[in-house]
């Protein structure tokens, strides 16, 4: 089971950009899907954005298009979440996941949570 940890979080003021990575070990990335979802205090995780396999579909939740961007780089087996136009509602855990055997941007959106491999998270906080 490949494991993933998040890093890049941190304190940044509203409008300020942000990239957080996703790296992976103990297996590859490479042809499965992945994402990224975020967890506010006292809500309920939410899905942020997925890409599939080869990078070249991806797909967002309404309240980030146009500000954020999901990539990633096989080579690197990392997935990376670029956050542009930072608000104060921005602010959350978020959490990279990857689908177990699904290539589609479908594996990441679709999936029960239980079905997907889970990172521990990294912390995003936006200051007004």
């Known amino acids: 089971q490949v494991q993933l940890v998040e890093s890049g979080g941190q304190l940044v003021q509203a409008g300020d950009s942000l990239r957080l990575s996703c790296a992976a070990s103990?297996?590859?990335?490479?042809?499965?899907?992945a994402g990224w979802f975020r967890q506010a205090p006292g809500q309920e995780r939410e899905f942020v954005a997925a890409?599939?396999?080869?990078?070249?579909?991806?797909y967002y939740t309404d309240s980030v298009k146009g500000r954020f961007t999901i990539s990633r780089d096989n080579a690197k087996n990392t997935v990376y979440l670029t956050m542009d136009s930072l608000k104060p509602e921005d602010t959350a855990t978020y959490y990279c996941?990857?689908?177990?055997?699904?290539?589609?941007?479908?594996?990441?959106?679709?999936?029960?949570?239980?079905?997907?491999?889970w990172g521990q998270g990294t912390q995003v906080t936006v200051s007004s």
């Open positions: 996941a990857a689908s177990p055997t699904g290539d589609s941007v479908g594996s990441i959106v679709q999936a029960p949570p239980t079905n997907l491999n």
């Open positions: 103990g297996g590859t990335l490479r042809f499965i899907a």
């Open positions: 890409i599939n396999w080869s990078g070249h579909s991806t």
